[in-house]
C-alpha cells in the first residue's frame, strides 16, 4: 500500500510542478489567452462548461470502450489462429501489417462514408487502431509459451484444448494485457479522428468547435479531459490485469 501512494506521488509532483511553471510562464510573459491559456483560466471554464463536457464525455467514452472491446473479442482469437495455424500465419499477418501501415486518418473519410456520422464509424476507427496490438501481442505471447511446458502436457496427454487453456492462455496473459494497454490508448485517438472527420458530438468534435471559435480555454479544457479519460481507461485495464492475474503483479514492478 505505502509502495502505491509513493509511485503515484512521484507523478503527482511532476504534475503540480508543471502546472505551476505554466501559471507563471503565461502570466510573467503575458501570454495572449487565445495562443495558450493558463491553468487558471482552463480550471474556470471546465468549472462554468461541466455541464457541457460531461455531455461531450459520454459519447466519446462509448466510442472508445466499444471499439476496444471489439478488437479483443476479433483480435484474440485472430491471434490464436496465426499462433497456432501455420496457413493463418503467412495468409494474414501480411495483410494486417499492411492495414496497420495506412495512416487512419487517410481511412477515417472512407469510414465516414460506409457507416455515416454516427457512432458506428468512430467505433470502426477505434477498433482499427486498438486491433493491432492486441492481435501481434497476444499472439507474441502464445508463441512464448515455453516449450518445457508443452512437452510435459503431451506427455500427460492432454488434449489441444486443454494444453491451450492450462498452458498457452495462461503463459500468454502478461502479452495480452501489454497489448490492451496500448491499445486502449489508441482506441482513444482513434475515436478523436473520427469525431474531427465527421461528428457532431464528444470530445473531438467540442474542441474543433472551440477552436473554430477561438476559445482556446475550451479547447485545452476539452484536450485535457482526454488526456484525463485515457489515463482511466488505462488504469481500468491495469486493474483488470491485477485482478486476473494476480500473480503478474510483482514480477511487473
Do not use: C
Not at 487558471?40 to 461531450?56: F, N, P, R
Not at 501481442?137 to 510435459?152: C, E, H, I, M, P
Amino acid at each position: 500500500m505505502k509502495e502505491g501512494i509513493k509511485l503515484a506521488l512521484y507523478p503527482f509532483i511532476g504534475t503540480v510542478a508543471m502546472i505551476i511553471a505554466w501559471q507563471l510562464y503565461v502570466d510573467l510573459l503575458e501570454i495572449n489567452p487565445v495562443v495558450l491559456p493558463s491553468p487558471l483560466a482552463i480550471y474556470l471554464v471546465s468549472v462554468k462548461e461541466i455541464g457541457l463536457l460531461l455531455s461531450e464525455t459520454w459519447p466519446t467514452t462509448l466510442e472508445i470502450i466499444y471499439g476496444f472491446a471489439l478488437a479483443v473479442i476479433l483480435g484474440v482469437p485472430m491471434a490464436v489462429g496465426i499462433a497456432n495455424t501455420k496457413f493463418l500465419n503467412l495468409t494474414f499477418y501480411p495483410i494486417l501489417i499492411a492495414v496497420q501501415s495506412v495512416p487512419k486518418v487517410a481511412i477515417a473519410p472512407i469510414v465516414l462514408v460506409w457507416f455515416g456520422t454516427g457512432i458506428e464509424s468512430k467505433l470502426v476507427i477505434a477498433f482499427l487502431v486498438a486491433f493491432f496490438p492486441i492481435v501481434v501481442d497476444t499472439a507474441t505471447g502464445l508463441n512464448a509459451t515455453s516449450r518445457d511446458l508443452l512437452d510435459l502436457a503431451r506427455s500427460l496427454r492432454a488434449t489441444p484444448f486443454q494444453t491451450f487453456m492450462k498452458v498457452q492462455f495462461p503463459s500468454a496473459l502478461p502479452h495480452f494485457f501489454s497489448g490492451a494497454k496500448v491499445a486502449v490508448t489508441l482506441a482513444v485517438i482513434g475515436a478523436v479522428i473520427g469525431e474531427f472527420v465527421g461528428s457532431d458530438a464528444g470530445l473531438g468534435n467540442l474542441l474543433l468547435v472551440a477552436n473554430s471559435q477561438l476559445d482556446s480555454p475550451l479547447a485545452w479544457a476539452a484536450l485535457i479531459w482526454l488526456s484525463v479519460l485515457g489515463i482511466l481507461l488505462f488504469l481500468a485495464v491495469v486493474l483488470a490485469e491485477r485482478l486476473i492475474m494476480p500473480w503478474g503483479v510483482g514480477s511487473q514492478h
